[in-house]
């Protein structure tokens, strides 16, 4: 984006354009359920809710880049130019996320939403060799865009992907008793209206002391405006979703919770019961 400020850029391109701006912006060809010329996806790229994009060029230039795995930067590059590229997980969350795994010594992870696979290769390239990440994903054609810099990178052996429906997933892996309690780590960044589905479901997956980082709990700043404040209908469909979830996690007293404004918001949940 050209401006400094994000408040200047995607904060109006969201709440601040007429409806009937809004509503153009988010026609759709029929023909293929996409929005026409992917438009929303490319003024959606912006990663962070930092107020000034300068900032967090910053943090990307000093701390992030520097230290991403060449394949990272491959497959960065390579999402970055589809049109879809809002759904990928940005560099920096990424860097957290490979911690999170090394920091809870984890080698049992399930992934929720997967598209091409950064947040993916992230936790797969922390994972010691033995460790093992199930990939769960309906859309196995944009995970094929990033196999070839997985492979590349040495850890396709380390993860299970799944094309299948989540939700129907999860509920057979609860029907063993031997799968619960069995995950280190549970990222989900996937349909935001079946967030809270997924966490009455992985709460019973993951181990007591164990993790599950939920992605998007900020959306876009949305959660904290008024409902009649002016948004992209994309935005606002999934937004009471997003709220809904993050009550609940506030008063889940099975887990401990800490929101980071990374990215468009994580929310990790420690398992304590």
């Not at 920091?103 to 993916?120: D, F, H, P, Q, R």
Request: with cysteine; aromatic share 8%; proline share 4%.
């Amino acid at each position: 984006m050209d401006s400094e400020l994000y408040s200047s850029s995607l904060i109006e391109l969201l709440f601040s354009k007429s409806k009937k701006k809004l509503a153009q912006e988010m026609a759709v060809n029929h023909e293929d359920n996409k929005p026409v010329g992917h438009k929303l996806y490319s003024e959606l790229a912006h990663k962070s809710l930092l107020r000034s994009d300068a900032l967090y060029k910053y943090v990307l230039d000093t701390s992030v880049f520097p230290r991403e795995h060449p394949c990272l930067k491959e497959l960065r590059e390579m999402t970055d130019k589809h049109p879809r590229n809002v759904m990928s997980t940005p560099a920096d969350e990424g860097q957290l996320i490979s911690m999170l795994v090394k920091l809870i010594n984890a080698k049992n992870t399930m992934e929720i939403g997967v598209y091409t696979g950064y947040s993916l290769l992230s936790t797969a390239l922390a994972l010691p060799s033995d460790g093992k990440v199930l990939a769960l994903d309906i859309n196995r054609e944009y995970y094929e865009l990033g196999l070839p810099m997985i492979e590349k990178a040495g850890v396709a052996h380390k993860i299970d992907f799944r094309e299948v429906s989540a939700l129907s997933f999860l509920d057979q892996l609860l029907q063993d008793e031997n799968n619960k309690e069995t995950f280190d780590f549970v990222f989900v960044d996937a349909d935001k209206d079946n967030y809270l589905n997924y966490h009455k479901r992985v709460i019973d997956l993951v181990k007591v002391g164990g993790l599950i980082g939920y992605d998007n709990t900020l959306w876009t700043g949305s959660v904290a405006l008024p409902p009649d404040a002016p948004m992209l209908e994309f935005i606002r469909g999934y937004r009471d979703y997003v709220i809904e979830l993050n009550k609940y996690l506030a008063q889940d007293s099975r887990v401990e919770i800490c929101q980071l404004t990374v990215g468009d918001g994580i929310t990790l949940c420690r398992r304590i019961s």
